[in-house]
């Protein structure tokens, strides 16, 4: 028999019993799916099944009613995206013709009803190909492509559309080394992955490839599992992708043709291995991004969350709770609570591990050993089964952004060391107390006052910590928190840093108006304004000539301009550091982290020329290479300031200076390392410049 062939069915078999049932009528999805149970469908059987899953048994005819105008402006490129598909497959010349006519139909149909203007490189000719090898009637074959649309293409199916940030962030969950290497070489899901996501892989895939994938893929009867199937395709190609040194262009050909490699025996195990990371991921990457599919309400308002500025994965704080109540083989958190330590005192979840994002900037040293100790906590709370315990770690913030700044660069460290299973609390520990009030309503003493604990003295507060809840019950395993008693070891290890980090509070806990830091940076250039005599700026140096000035900032200034929104050439340029650190002209060099808005921490180095500033960032797939990250002009500076409490962070602002003051017009922050040293020397160079200038 030859390879791939299957015996013909005996009596009883599972084909046998899948027909019956089929020529039957009236059967639904989970019969269908009870018998099949993830095996190979029949080609004769594969039509009625489809229709099954795509829920068009019975569908009348939509364009029974139509006067089969064939007349879209664009005609004449669907006429011919449809005679290329009918050349690529095998029909019958008699065919040809009548089948040709059906397909433009479809689509023409389709654009006509829906309103929508048709291009090429939509993909829809490759969805309708596995439809085609069907040999449905055109009122059948009309429905599958509607409800396909419907269903399993997500809306803003385009280059730099919202599903293709989504998948990045899955990417980033599970697979963030090579996240990150795709981030570095700016290779976006959108720039390999739009026909994968567009034809469902039938772009790509051979005929009989594809038909074994939407078999599978129809019967799960969930949109979101092709971004698992997508996750595998990436994830096999790990070890290839990681090791290339070719140019972008051919590592992005190279991704986008990978699907094309997949053979008929590979199937199996991509949808066993697409099952394990689902079962790997949270629920709300569904929950929170239904709007992607489907015709609901839902997916016509606008959308709060912007996924390209997203850090990392959010996770609902209901889905937090619930998952570490479940037994068994899931998705289970270890929550790590960033805010202050008064706030944490005062109350917080309590199976939550307190990591002071603040100790980052105020004592680094100290922040190593409690990023050392939450891990290890982390790992002793698993192997004991406490209901504390679990793979994933979710960082909880306050839920207020000016607060929770320090907790992104948290985020940012443990996402650069390649931490997997890294997603943070939807509307942190503010969210938490509201959902907790909107499902017990009849008050805290009668319902979630287990799940709040504190460290303050409250009695109750501390019996909950140890496991007591209002009602006497209690959970054997884990609610006598071994993650709550190493962090109060904590923050009783180093009283000085305890007192460091209240007094900061004290000073800093008034809110301030401000810009969300959310607020995509290019189009904050459109916020442009004079500093006000409010500010901090020195005196005019000399007139109108451009000024700067070095003074403390307690809170940083809203109506900035990121240098990431400006245009320069120079800035993708890929130079190598020591020649650079070695040239001449270079008078400073300062190691240095530059600090983006959303906590990202990147590994430069600031070198000061006679007449100019450049930031070089280290490339980490290319050890002792670097980018041009930014040029600036010393007499374009006019503002370095750094916070009273994180002398190490320090801003630099770029603009121009005339009678009726300075306008802004970008922003630099960096982490340096005596930062006083390097400031001096700054100053004194920028004073050169502007004597030079004067004279």
Sequence with gaps: MAEGEEAPPPPGSWIKDLADTLDEGGCDLETVRNIIQGRQLPADLRAKVWKIALNVVGKGDSLASWDGS?????????????????????????????????????????????????????????????????????????????????????????????????????????????????????????????????????????????????????????????????????????????????????????????????????????????????????ASFRKDNQSLFGSSLLGLKDDDTDLSQALCLAVSVSEILQANQQQGEGVRFFVVDCRPAEQYNAGHLSTAFHLDSDLMLQNPSEFAQSVKSLLEAQKQSIESGSIAGGE?????????????????????????????????????????????????????????????????????????????????????????????????????????????????????????????????????????????????????????????????????????????????DDRKEVVNIQTWINKPDVKYNFPCNEVKENGHMFPSHLLVTATHMYCLREIPSRKGL??????????????????????ELITFKYGNSNTSGIEILAVERYLIPNAGDATKAIKQQIMKVLDALES
């Excluded at 904050?524 to 000399?542: M, Q, T, W």
């Excluded at 670097?626 to 002398?647: D, E, F, G, M």
């Design 626 to 647: 670097a980018y041009i990250q930014s040029r600036q002009a010393l007499n374009s500076v006019v503002k370095i300031t750094s916070k009273k409490k994180h002398p």
């Design 392 to 568: 994933h770690l979710c960082f909880m913030g306050s839920g207020r952004e000016e607060e929770d700044m320090y907790m992104n660069m948290v985020l940012a460290h443990f996402l650069q060391k390649n931490k997997e299973y890294v997603s943070i609390a939807k509307g942190g520990f503010m969210a938490l107390q509201q959902h907790l009030a909107d499902i017990n309503v009849e008050g805290p003493e009668n319902g979630y006052g287990h799940w709040i604990a504190s460290t303050s003295g409250s009695r109750n507060s501390i019996s909950s910590v140890d496991g007591d809840t209002p009602n006497g019950s209690g959970d054997g395993k884990g609610v006598k928190s071994l993650v709550n008693k190493m962090t109060v070891a904590l923050k009783t290890k180093s009283v000085n840093v305890k007192e460091k980090v209240i007094s900061f509070i004290e000073n800093t806990s008034t809110p301030v108006d401000r810009i969300p830091f959310n607020i995509s940076w290019p189009d904050r250039a459109s916020l442009e304004r004079h500093v006000s005599s409010s500010d901090r700026v020195g005196k005019p140096y000399r007139g109108v000539k451009p000024v700067f000035s070095i003074g403390d900032e307690e809170e940083y200034d809203t109506d900035e301009i990121d240098s990431s929104s400006m245009s320069d």
């Design 70 to 282: 064939l007349d879209l402006p664009e005609q004449s490129i669907i006429h011919k995206d449809c005679q290329e598909l009918i050349d690529q497959l095998s029909v019958p010349g008699e065919e040809k013709s009548v089948l040709t006519l059906d397909i433009e139909s479809v689509i023409t149909f389709y654009c006509k009803s829906r309103n929508v203007k048709y291009s090429s490189c939509l993909g829809w000719i490759h969805l309708l190909k596995p439809l085609v090898h069907l040999h449905l009637p055109r009122s059948d074959l009309y429905n599958c492509f509607y409800a396909i649309m419907n269903k399993f293409i997500p809306r803003d199916c385009f280059m730099k559309g919202r599903p293709f940030h989504l998948f990045r962030l899955l990417l980033q969950y599970h697979e963030p080394e090579l996240c990150s290497f795709l981030d570095t070489k700016k290779m976006t899901p959108d720039s390999y992955a739009l026909n994968w996501l567009g034809s469902l892989f039938s772009y790509y895939c051979s005929a009989e490839v594809i038909q074994a994938i939407w078999d599978g893929y129809l019967q799960q009867a969930d949109p979101f599992f092709i971004y698992f199937l997508m996750l595998i395709i990436l994830v096999n190609a790990k070890d290839v992708i990681l090791a290339q040194e070719s140019d972008k262009e051919e590592m992005i050909k190279f991704l986008e043709t990978s699907p094309a490699n997949l053979d008929l025996e590979d199937i199996e195990d991509l949808f066993s291995l697409a099952q394990y990371y689902c079962s790997k991921t949270p």
